[in-house]
């Protein structure tokens, strides 16, 4: 297994209410990644495994620091859209599509592969949704963590790409209750079938969640409407009527320049938290109802199990009348927070693209934007980007994955986003500069300078990103006049790979400075 060369950006985010610092990690740029996708074991939070188009997958053991990347193989063959989930017990799954290499036999099932999350050592794969020629694509999967049930959603083709009306896809559902040893016969959910062509009369965008009490909830788009259905008997049955969310203008296909395709399509999520929002359904999409030149990131919620929807709220809060596209939702299922991740052009004239995080701690009421990339990107379209992005979100560990198209090269990133715990002014948080912490990051020794003019009651110490304190290097003592250099070993600290505070003050002035340190 390669390890990964780890480059390392330090960012700010600028929004109108807030400035940050976060780090970006280049996850891979080997076998032309892209459509990722990210899962943390909540169980052991350091354990992430990651995917993207065709075959590859990631794994950190260290908060998404570092990472390993390799290559998924089973004898049905490895065709593309990962999806990657983690169960109960700490297995992870990698879901995507067939292709046994064999003339006329393509996309035909579903596959899942399986690991322990310890181990790099996938089976072979179980699948579902075999049904002769027809086309099985754009799966998704969810665990229920109660029951370790896993339920997938996915389109099927009667013929991939038809324009013949007789010709339908559907939305299908299956699931497994053996730990992804074997998949109930696929059913279809959906009321109204839709064309063939994969355009935006077609049924897709079905992505499955769970409900509090084992609910099974899900969307999708199709002529221009966003549709949704549920099951309350792990998954035995379904409504007899779908439900519409509302409107989703000139459909869920759309123009990005430099995308070589783009879509809306929705992503579905329900708050299983503790938090006042507990039960709330979200549907979270994206559409050019405001112009074709002006994509926009949307969410609908449901707090009565889906029968009524919210008016759509805009995500994206911005001014301008530029594109945001391929957004992913998820929800922090020990606050209830909602956390969107996408692409931005707000700041430009042309194709350069950032990555915005949208925050929402209201249940969905308002977001908070923040930009995470470290530098923008200008994407080429004669290049395959992928058909979407994704995010990760454990008691305030947020992980977002995302496509970087640099010219020809396609790249895959994460970034180590810090939560807002600290409770420190945003400008009193600066990324050190060389003369006052080096090096940084650091592997090991690292040292703190400061000069004072007079002398100063002086505190010094360092901090996790939780605010609690490590270490103290002067508590309460007075120190002359002078430069003072101050060594702090993080190995001997017994401390893992992340980001680190020194608070310094002298007298009444206080500074926070952020140190990285890679084990």
Request: glycine share 6%; net charge negative; proline share 4%.
């Amino acid at each position: 297994m390669k390890k990964t060369i780890i480059l390392f950006c330090i960012l700010c985010i600028c929004t109108p209410a807030l400035q940050a610092q976060h780090l970006n990690v280049l996850i891979s740029d080997k076998n032309k990644p892209e459509e990722p996708s990210i899962c943390i074991n909540p169980k052991n939070p350091d354990i992430i495994m990651a995917g993207a188009n065709i075959d590859n997958y990631f794994i950190s053991t260290d908060g998404g620091y570092t990472w390993n990347i390799n290559r998924l193989n089973s004898t049905y063959g490895v065709w593309g859209d990962p999806c990657i989930i983690v169960d109960n017990k700490e297995n992870f799954y990698f879901f995507h599509l067939s292709n046994l290499q064999v003339e006329g036999i393509w996309i035909d099932r579903i596959v899942c592969q399986k690991t322990a999350s310890n181990e790099i050592n996938w089976s072979d794969g179980s699948f579902m949704g075999l049904n002769n020629t027809k086309a099985q694509d754009k799966e998704w999967a969810v665990v229920d963590f109660e029951n370790n049930n896993i339920y997938c959603t996915w389109t099927q083709f009667d013929d991939y790409g038809s324009t013949n009306p007789e010709h339908k896809s559907n939305i299908l559902f299956s699931k497994s209750v053996d730990d992804g040893q074997s998949w109930s016969a696929a059913i279809q959910i959906n009321q109204f079938s839709g064309d063939c062509i994969d355009d935006d009369n077609t049924a897709e965008g079905a992505v499955p969640a769970i409900g509090p009490n084992g609910e099974i909830y899900v969307a999708w788009a199709n002529a221009e409407k966003l549709y949704f259905d549920k099951s309350t008997d792990v998954g035995e049955n379904w409504l007899e009527n779908d439900i519409v969310i509302g409107e989703q203008p000139n459909g869920w296909a759309f123009e990005i320049p430099g995308i070589m395709r783009c879509n809306g399509l929705p992503i579905t999520c329900c708050d299983t938290s503790n938090s006042t929002y507990r039960g709330t359904i979200y549907v979270n999409w994206s559409d050019q109802r405001n112009g074709i030149d002006n994509t926009d990131i949307w969410v609908s919620k449901s707090t009565d199990g889906g029968v009524t929807w919210s008016e759509a709220i805009k995500i994206n809060n911005d001014e301008t009348n530029k594109h945001q596209f391929f957004t992913w939702m998820t929800i922090d299922q020990s606050n209830g927070y909602i956390y969107c991740v996408f692409y931005d052009r707000r700041a430009y004239s042309d194709k350069q693209t950032d990555v915005y995080i949208a925050v929402s701690r209201n249940g969905g009421e308002s977001f908070e934007n923040y930009k995470i990339s470290e530098s923008p990107f200008i994407p080429n379209a004669a290049v395959f980007f992928g058909d979407y992005t994704n995010i990760s979100v454990h008691n305030n560990r947020i992980r977002p994955i995302w496509t970087r198209l640099d010219e020809i090269v396609l790249s895959v990133w994460t970034a180590i986003v810090e939560p807002d715990l600290l409770e420190l002014s945003e400008q009193q948080v600066i990324f050190a500069p060389t003369e006052l912490v080096y090096p940084n990051p650091t592997t090991a020794l690292n040292y703190y300078s400061f000069k004072l003019k007079r002398s100063a009651l002086v505190n010094l110490y360092l901090f996790d990103i939780f605010g609690n304190r490590i270490t103290s290097i002067y508590e309460n003592e007075t120190l002359n006049t002078g430069k003072y250099i101050e060594q702090i070993n993080f190995d001997a600290l017994g401390l893992k790979s992340g980001i680190y505070f020194y608070s310094f003050s002298k007298n009444n002035d206080r500074k926070i400075t952020k140190v990285i340190y890679i084990e």
